[in-house]
């Protein structure tokens, strides 16, 4: 601890920078921390000589960040958002029924949180924690007590029931198609503007990792290669919201994609689809025997045949997938 605390600036100057970073203001920091004005522009002040930089451009009316401070305001937002988390968690008393749910950011966006308002409105006394994350479900693991995971059913420390295998297949916004020739064969793909997920970006992000164009082309048995350039993205959520625009043709998955079709911003210009040995599943702590766990499984199977919930032992060789045309 002592070696971090060399290399630490005063927490107290971070808190009032953190605080006037938000607020673009000294007067409105010192308003919330309950100090004066002077007191919080000395903290920054000395910040800023401590660490040999400018956080601010000094404007006549509020305040803006330079990139340096940009940078710093991201890593202790971060930091402190996690340090008050952890102590809510701490200080949670024990008669407080509540859960954490740990999701990638695209299950959140596109499944979850569009229907969390039907779980809190069944049990209101549960307080509901989501935790998501870019970097799959085991960046979450140690922090959530169940959860969606995408992968192949294989998560330390928890049970793992499969909801949805994970098929792949393009998707594209009606407007998209609109006026251009009707596409009848995989091959026709080549010619369009492709929206993929960068994996140099994304790395970590599972599904950046599972499958991009060229892999998907091969899954389904067609050789060759796009002529046009693709437009990528580092995020899951930027890509189906370029295609809910009309910027090209995506790959889009199961489960994911379900509200976007159903709605009509989406549909499937071919019928072409590729099966993977991966799946979303309902993932329980095995450390935790909690009633909201339950309370959570139980929901959440109503909106998957009874048949289709059933806890597996998935296949051991990983990343493999298996193709069918549909």
Known sequence: MGALGARLPRLSGLLMFETASRHQSFTLAARELSVTQSAVSQQVRALEQQLGVTLFIRLPRGLQL?????????????????????????SRTDNTPAITIGVTFAIATFWLVPRLPQFRALHPD??????????GFDAVAERVETGIAFGTGHW????????????????????????????????????ETLLSLDAGLSRGDERADLLDWPRWFAGVGVAGAPHKRML??????LLMQAAVEGQGVAIG??????????????????????????????????????????????????????????????????????????
Do not use: M
């Open 66 to 90: 330079t990139p340096e401070g940009a940078r710093l305001q991201r890593a202790v937002s971060l930091g402190f958002e996690h340090i008050a988390d952890a102590a809510s968690d701490i």
């Open 126 to 135: 549960i307080d509901v924690h989501v935790i998501a994350s870019d970097r």
């Open 156 to 191: 330390a420390g928890f049970h793992a029931s499969l909801l949805r295998q994970g098929d792949a297949f393009p998707v594209c916004s009606p407007a998209y198609l609109r006026g251009r020739t009707k596409l009848r064969s995989v091959e026709q793909l080549f010619d």
């Open 232 to 237: 990528k993205f580092n995020s899951h959520p």
């Open 253 to 326: 998955w199961s489960l994911l994609t379900d509200d976007l079709i159903a709605s009509g911003k989406l549909v499937r210009p071919l019928d072409a689809v590729l099966h993977t040995d991966k799946g979303y599943y309902l993932v329980a702590s095995e450390r935790e025997a909690k009633p909201e766990i339950g309370a959570f499984r139980t929901w959440l199977q109503t909106y998957f045949q009874p048949s289709k919930i059933h806890a597996t032992t998935p296949p051991r060789s990983h990343g493999k997938i298996r193709t069918r045309r549909a």
